[in-house]
């Protein structure tokens, strides 16, 4: 543990109590000066910490960044987030840093999380809105072992832990949209952008990013009036790391859960969640679009839409509207 | 176009005879040095060139070789081969490089090729045999406009390309195996792994690696049971790069036909070239294996398999075995 961590834990410790410099300095066996580095390093971390001449160091409040400690403290996961977690101030998109990575050998659970992204992306290459210590931007590397045309599963997997993590977290009314869309009061909360990297027999790895708008005040004018945030919808600021260890924590058990028993209980739990089912939608896809009402979701994840004439179609994915 | 590249147009004109030092030099307009340099670049790019103090140069026998020039001679393909190419005397493993080349965004169409493999691969990790200059090992950075779960289709527009080229140039009995083997004489002599990257509504890119034994005087102990080269097979040596032409000829093709007409056209070709159904083989698959005969390859590339029961099993992927 790094001096800088020891530091932290003791002002954690205290409780927001006065802790003298010198005692500091004695039960970590620095100098006084070396405290005051590492209260600098740990103010510039996003910790606010009061000094006083008199009576030393005062931890008022812990950061609000998703650093990788603060994510491990009371993480119960064995995989997701136990190896390295990767934390970016800025970053171009985390799923390109996880890929990166990936291709480097990155075991399962490897995580990367950023306070803001330069080129947030969402689905098709279009950009999420990724201002900075907003939201959670946040990706995970996996290596299921599975073919890659059930890659889809993971990013049904994805819906119903982020949907569950709203859910067990806040008050919020959840609802998942086909095929990764996050919603509440039908507005977008988060989405869910799933990458691969495969061989035709076997998937090398995957990579699943979560964006999620937590402490947004407002969003901009062209999203607003389909996106909203936790705060939004709460007038509450969230911590933004308990929702991230939630997230991890459902996520490896609903992992698990399809790796032993198959893509049967998450497709179950994902129509507990969705809104999508029976609704009348449209959906556009690369070459055409179709309006009607949505039958199921099959066991491939596949929509079964039947459209006005009474035809049935199977739609593998597409940018659904409620209409 | 380099002086050395014009030198060489001059030697390759002259067609095996004489010219002179000094009328290279005038043409080119360099001193005598510089085309004595030039000369011994094109020796170590594998080109055999006489030299005499009185007559001159001479160009006795073309580089055996994989070089750029030497492929885009004659290349009459729009698309493939016609950007980069790109030249390894050695690297780790060809897909590897286009990997890399494709994720900086490399245009379709765009050739690896090494004259030996440090890490040659095949499906599954496995090592595909890579000895210097004997061999073909050429990836090809593709960008189809499809989704993931139909990117199998383009290893079996492969076999085709594959498989046609050996039946254009040679007179070797040629035969897919399912899924992306090309044999002759029931052995392998060229082999196919086709790696995507994607998200789950569409390919980002494809890299399709080729490996064929082509000049292998023989082959190790431990695969020449079940491995045969050109060589081997006619007792004679083989222009690499026209192999190679004449492959990006193919590729090119039914890609297009793919793009434009769809699978239908290309799995009609692929059964009129493969071996493998009517057979009785055995499947091996990561946790099961079946043994029956082979009732058809459908629509969508799968195997379709009765066993001794009678049962019919859909198979993705495989190894498959004649037995």
Redesign the interface.
Known sequence: MSTKDRLLGYLKESKGDWVSGELLSRRIGITRSAIWKNISKLREEGYVIESSPNKGYSLSKISEMLLPNEIREGLDTEIFGRGEIIHFRETDSTNARA?ELA?QGAPEGTLIVSETQTKGRG??GRTWFSPSEAGIYASLVLRP?M???E??RI?FVTAVSAAETLLALTSLEVAIKW??DILVNNKKIAGI??????????I?YMVVGLGMNVNNPHLPDDIEEKATSIFIETGKRFPKVRIVREYLRRQEKYCRILRDSGFEPILMRWKELTNTIGKRIMVEM?DKRYTGVVQDVDQEGVLILQDEKGAFHRI??GDVTFV
């Open positions: 890929k291709i689905r098709k072992n073919p890659p045309n890659a889809p990013t095929p990764n952008l799933t990458e691969i990297s495969a061989e035709m027999d076997a090398d690369i593998l994915s």
